[in-house]
């Protein structure tokens, strides 16, 4: 009979063990899985973060009275990379185009102005009142 305990005692202490190490082994494994979720989390609120703020960005920098090109087409490639919204990006993109239009037909003025050709002062504001 006290074989038999002794018997029963070390089957009970061997499963035990195995126990604790499959726990642990289990418990190892958990940790590193929420780990791994962890990280993909922060780096997707991350990304959320980045977004947000170069859409604050582009949007800030489209309510100004005076808008810089550059600033204005680096603000548009950072949107378009951060997955800014669609509208908010167009938008930008438009006032981007339309600002280089600006550029453009100023530039041509002021050359026509410093030439003095009266014909290519008309021809540009025609152009101008045209579209």
């Given at each position: ?125 025609e152009r101008?009142?045209?579209?």
């Amino acid at each position: 009979m006290l074989a038999e305990r002794e018997a029963d005692k070390e089957t009970r202490e061997t499963f035990k063990k195995q126990a604790m190490v499959q726990v642990a082994s289990d418990r190892t494994a958990y940790k590193e899985g929420l780990s791994e979720t962890i990280d993909a989390r922060n780096k997707y609120r991350e990304k959320i973060i980045t977004r947000n703020e170069k859409m604050r960005l582009l949007t800030d920098l489209l309510a100004q009275d005076k808008i810089d090109l550059n600033q204005l087409q680096v603000a548009v490639d950072a949107a378009i990379e951060n997955q800014v919204k669609k509208e908010v990006i167009e938008r930008g993109q438009k006032q981007l185009t339309w600002l280089r239009y600006c550029k453009e037909v100023e530039g041509q003025l002021a050359q026509a102005v410093q030439e003095k050709v009266k014909e290519n002062i008309l021809a540009i504001i025609e152009r101008i009142e045209k579209e």
